[in-house]
């Protein structure tokens, strides 16, 4: 098996999550392309799509969720992402043995629960959201109506038993909303689809690729996908440390020379997460920079395809300011790049402020 260098494999991971260069992409087809955005905060998907799309506009965004074409549901790892609806229907029955673990070893709530007939709770919730979306406090509560158990941890059996979609105004540019709940195939209006491993990793790879098995447990959140990858028609390759990659056999990996321009990625960017080994895009050193110890994720940049330092807007109404952060000194040109490309991002993020402003902190 050809073995593929840290260099390609990286450019192979920009090249698929559209960070070679700007794209010409309706987002909807961004979102199916890249297998969903992270979302654990509302408004991350915007950025993650304003850094790959050419003249990306938030309403666009912001359209297919009110259409419902794309909505918001806790899926792989048990975080929330943005995804097709299509895609949801047909992953979220792949990783239902995530959250059927949780429900029993869940810290929190798990002893609560042991003695309830989550699914006789789930049908109920299920029929009190028929009525319409309700807040998880307010659906907890009517629950606890039946059941002596705490309203939170009712609330916590129903997302893990149903299909649960954050309905809008949550995440709609420019909107505050609380978070409410519907179930996802009354919401869409289709069923859920059988569940089907297979395809999910094909969408990993599609997306991801080249990656271990290991990669592709990681981002699912799910375990025994070897067994399932061993029977696909795949090409395999290795890793510089021996480690078998998968890829699709329909799939190339560009050159390792290939240019990879300085960019500006969002917080909670996926390319940063959905890997068991990140170290193709980020160094272990520079992780721990912007994964916080509470999970958030901040802004980065990419200088030649990894992380060099990180990013973070403040705003008011009248003043908005986007400060770099490099961790270490980078060469002109490629600060430059940054540094215009924050400007722009600052634009579009905060178009109402009266003033905008890019500083450059010293690195540390």
């Known amino acids: 098996m050809e073995t593929l260098s840290r260099r390609a494999l990286n450019r192979a991971t920009l090249e698929r999550q559209l960070l070679l260069s700007r794209v010409q992409m309706t987002a909807f087809a961004a979102v199916e392309h890249l ?10 998907p915007y950025y993650g799509l304003w850094s790959r799309l050419a003249g990306f506009r938030p309403s666009e965004l912001a359209e297919l ?23 949801a229907l047909a992953w979220r029955p792949v990783v239902q043995p995530l959250y059927d673990r949780d429900l029993k070893q869940n810290t929190q709530h798990a002893a609560a629960l042991a003695g309830l007939d989550h699914d006789e709770v789930a049908e109920a919730a299920r029929k009190l959201l028929l009525g319409g979306p309700l807040p998880g406090t307010a659906l907890g509560a009517e629950l606890a109506r039946t ?61 991801f690729g080249p990656a271990t098995v290991a990669d592709v447990q990681t981002w699912a959140g799910i375990t025994r996908l070897g ?21 699709l056999p329909e799939l190339t990996v560009p050159d390792e020379d290939v240019p990879a321009p300085p960019r500006l990625l969002g917080p909670f960017d996926q390319t940063i997460l959905s890997y068991a080994d990140r170290t193709r895009v980020v160094s272990a050193a520079c992780r721990k920079r912007v994964i916080t110890q509470n999970g958030l994720v901040k802004g980065t940049l990419l200088v030649d395809g990894q992380v060099r330092g990180c990013w973070e807007i403040k705003a008011s109404r009248k003043a908005a300011v986007i400060e770099l952060s490099p961790f270490e000194k980078l060469p002109k ?25 890019v500083r450059v902190l010293p690195a540390a």
């Open 35 to 44: 297998a969903g955005l992270q979302a654990q905060a509302p408004f991350p």
């Open 227 to 247: 067994e399932v990858a061993a029977g696909m028609d795949l090409r395999r390759y290795r890793d510089p440390d021996g480690r078998e990659l998968l890829d």
């Open 65 to 87: 969720l009110e259409s419902r074409r794309v909505v918001r549901i806790a899926l792989m790892r048990g975080t929330v992402h943005l995804v097709t609806a299509a895609d």
């Open 333 to 357: 040109r490629d600060l430059a790049a940054l540094e215009k490309s924050a400007a722009e991002l600052l634009s579009w993020a905060e178009p109402r402020a009266e003033t905008h402003d």
């Open 147 to 207: 059941w002596d158990v705490p309203a939170a941890s009712l609330t916590h059996l129903a997302r893990g038993r149903l299909p649960l979609v954050q309905t809008p105004p949550r995440a709609i540019w420019g909107k505050a909303g609380q978070t409410t709940y519907a179930c996802l195939d009354d919401w869409v209006g289709a069923p859920l689809s059988p569940p089907s491993p297979a395809s999910l990793i094909s969408r990993y790879l599609r997306a």
